[in-house]
């Protein structure tokens, strides 16, 4: 989701319910698509593809979802303009995807318990995999394809998926409820984020069971999600409610929190910059890497959830 010499930048306006295109260089908005129900969430970029898709959560939250919605909506990065959406149906509430090796779309389908499988070669669902639980918010893939790991938020646990054969192998404890999830260069270590305590649960994914327990330094409440850097350089945690992003070192042996705007979510690397949504305010916050410090911010939208680059 990140590129050094991007030409476009996208944003998922969750507060406004829009799709921003900006200027990469400028952060001046240059396009909004307004036209989604509620509401939209997270985002998928395939740059080479030229598109990317948005999946329509409902218009609540995770947990507190009336009205879940159903479809995920695809953006033509081109022409910068609201293709068209894939019926999830009969799975519903999609929230976090990913693509996998193989080349397909990994969407967790939250109030039906599955990962909704997508090919994007003809914008239809051709499976879906039981995730064993209903607070499946997020997931991620092993960089192999051979894992698909859901952290499963109150339940405290994470879901492993066997991705070619398509099947729930089971379910790691872990001390308590989740929030986010991340997976190591080298498929070893899976990082799943606390959603009680400002602390990091590492699991060792031979063994499937939490291995050590890493506290964010100056970091009051709770953190929210985990990405780690292209080049698997750090790993980026951000918390919602304590308006942090902490930078961590692949051994978590070094960590810097930096304080950004009200109720940061998701993040895109870019070079040596990580930037940094905030839903709560509006903002934009960029860090500057190396200088572990905030070097610029911008308003976009009402508050974005999901920023990438293409």
């Given at each position: 989701m990140a590129a050094r010499n991007a030409h476009g930048m996208i944003a998922v306006d969750k507060m406004g319910t829009k799709v921003l295109f900006l200027d990469p260089v400028s952060y001046e908005t240059e396009t909004v698509l307004?036209?989604?129900?509620?509401?939209?969430?997270?985002?998928?970029?395939?740059?080479?593809a030229g598109f990317a898709y948005v999946p329509i959560f409902g218009d609540g939250i995770h947990g507190r979802n009336p009205n879940p919605g159903h479809l995920l909506s695809i953006i033509d990065l081109r022409h910068r303009t609201h293709a068209g959406d894939i019926d999830l149906r009969p799975y519903i509430a999609p929230h976090t995807l990913k693509l996998g090796v193989d080349g397909l779309i990994y969407i967790a389908c939250e109030n039906s318990a599955v990962v909704a499988v997508i090919d994007p070669s003809t914008n239809k669902v051709v499976d879906a995999i039981d995730s064993g639980s209903t607070n499946g918010h997020r997931l991620i893939i092993s960089s192999d394809g051979q894992r698909l790991y859901t952290e499963n938020e109150e339940d405290g646990t994470v879901s492993v998926i066997d991705v070619r054969r398509r099947r729930l192998l089971g379910k790691i404890k872990t001390p308590r409820a989740l929030a986010g999830i991340a997976i190591s260069a080298d498929d070893r270590t899976v990082v799943a984020v606390d959603d009680e305590q400002p602390t990091l649960f590492l699991i060792d994914t031979q063994t499937e069971e939490v291995v050590h327990t890493v506290r964010l330094e100056g970091v009051p409440e709770a953190a929210q999600i985990a990405r780690y850097a292209p080049d698997n350089s750090m790993i980026g945690v951000t918390s919602l409610r304590s308006d942090t992003v902490t930078l961590i070192d692949p051994s978590f042996k070094e960590q810097t929190a930096i304080k950004v705007g009200k109720e940061p979510m998701d993040m895109a690397f870019r070079g040596d910059e990580l930037f940094v949504a905030c839903q709560g305010d509006g903002s934009v916050h960029v860090?500057?890497?190396?200088?572990?410090?905030?070097?610029?911010?911008?308003?976009?939208?009402?508050?974005c959830e999901s920023l990438g680059f293409f």
């Open positions: 307004d036209d989604f129900p509620r509401t939209v969430h997270e985002l998928l970029v395939l740059a080479e860090v500057d890497i190396p200088a572990r410090r905030v070097k610029h911010s911008f308003g976009a939208g009402k508050g």
